[in-house]
């Protein structure tokens, strides 16, 4: 009988090199440390399998070609894709550590806008755990008993017919926490194309054509953020205004719908 081989073989995971590209960034504040932007819609914020260009991380690699040496490009937190607002980059290891740890305490806060489905009258606190589910290749979050712990403060800032504008808080930060509560009360945000638990009444059906045409994507913008500077140990206090979608469907439903 022959003698018996026995090869070790490896296998070595061919490593993705993300390509930079030159994708505008709109630029609220920067500094050696840190850079804080306001996302546009209608961009991924991280690369995936099946989006490798055209995201705020390629976006970034153009900019600031150091951030291959930092985790995730430096990105602390991130945004859905149609959600508009501020987020924080951080331009170097230490940055990105202390930064990452103050999100872990919820020491940075996150203030949104949103124009939800149905009136809310007063302040409420959502505190329900979220859960990912698979759904056929998809996955999707949903409140369940199992979930990680979440909560979302909303405060009232008007009300018009049929429909509420809506001030945010985070406590935590799950993927979709505000969607998914604000989905689970039946007062889901306008435009959400995943999460759109609301009752329906006659006189929205009326609308919501008009106000599809007027916004194409969830109307959720964050528009406040607070953290302490990683290297200056001073509060950082950054704001932005609406976006255009938004602010034109607020004067829509301020004087058109009556």
């Known amino acids: ?25 709109n630029i609220i504040y920067e500094d050696k440390h840190i850079l804080v932007i306001n996302k546009n819609s209608n961009i991924i914020v991280h690369p995936g399998t099946k ?14 070609p150091y951030a291959r040496n930092i985790p995730r490009a430096g990105i602390i937190h991130r945004l859905d894709k149609d959600t508009t607002g501020l987020m924080i980059i ?22 949104y806008e949103a124009i939800v489905n149905g009136i809310i009258k007063n302040n409420k606190i959502i505190n329900l755990p979220i859960k990912r589910i698979y759904k056929k290749n998809n996955i999707y979050m ?30 935590t930060g799950r993927t979709h ?21 609301h009752n329906i009444f006659n006189k929205t059906k009326i609308y919501e054509n008009k106000i599809k045409k007027i916004i194409n994507r969830q109307a959720l913008h964050a528009y406040h953020i607070k953290f302490i500077h990683p290297f200056y ?10 976006p255009d979608d938004i602010n034109n469907l607020i004067f829509f439903l301020k004087n058109v719908i009556f």
Request: hydrophobic share 40%; net charge positive; charged share 20%.
């Open 51 to 64: 989006n490798t260009k055209n995201t705020l991380f390629n976006a970034i690699l153009y900019y600031y």
């Open 90 to 111: 951080a331009k170097n290891i230490n940055s990105y550590f202390f930064l990452k740890q103050e999100l872990k305490n919820h020491n940075i806060i996150r203030n």
């Open 233 to 242: 140990k001073t509060y950082i206090k950054l704001n932005t205004v609406l």
């Open 142 to 171: 949903n409140v369940h008993p199992l979930g990680k712990p979440s909560m979302t403060k909303i405060f009232v800032k008007n009300i018009f017919k049929n429909y509420t504008h809506l001030k945010i808080q985070l406590t």
């Open 1 to 25: 009988m022959g003698d018996i081989i026995k090869i070790n073989t490896v296998f070595c995971k061919k490593k993705i090199v993300w390509q930079a590209q030159n994708i505008i960034l």
């Open 177 to 197: 926490q505000i969607r998914v509560h604000l989905s689970h009360i039946k007062h889901s945000i306008i435009g959400d194309k995943i999460y759109k638990n």
